[in-house]
């Protein structure tokens, strides 16, 4: 990593180079968030119902620390923004384990 040298005022402060690509890192347009789930669906059953949508990179179901229990939200990650876009539109208000699913982009943060 490459570091810089930069004035301000009277004194030089040294600024150091981040990754170009971290600030343009595109990973929250093929991340999604599925909410209302039910407390019964796991990350298998997660999986398997946007696994025909594209190629998946991570599957998680947020469980309480202290029960185990899911809250109720997950997140769908696929390889490339087309398929995450084509699970979104086709699973968005679906039928899941006897709930209706809400699909969204995943906002970073």
Not at 62 to 67: E, L, P
Not at 71 to 84: I, L, P, W
Not at 91 to 107: F, S, T
Request: charged share 25%.
């Amino acid at each position: 990593m490459e570091s810089m040298w930069c004035s301000r005022g009277q004194g030089f402060q040294r600024a150091v180079a981040l990754p170009v690509r971290r600030f343009f890192a595109r990973d929250a347009s093929t991340k999604l968030f599925v909410g209302g789930l039910s407390y019964d669906t796991n990350e298998a059953a997660l999986n398997d119902a946007f696994c025909q949508h594209g190629e998946i990179v991570e599957v998680k179901v947020i469980c309480d620390r202290i029960t185990g229990k899911s809250k109720g939200y997950g997140f769908v990650q696929f390889c490339m923004e087309s398929e995450a876009t084509n699970a979104l539109q086709k699973m968005d208000g679906q039928l899941l384990d006897g709930r209706n699913i809400r699909v969204h982009y995943a906002k970073k943060g």
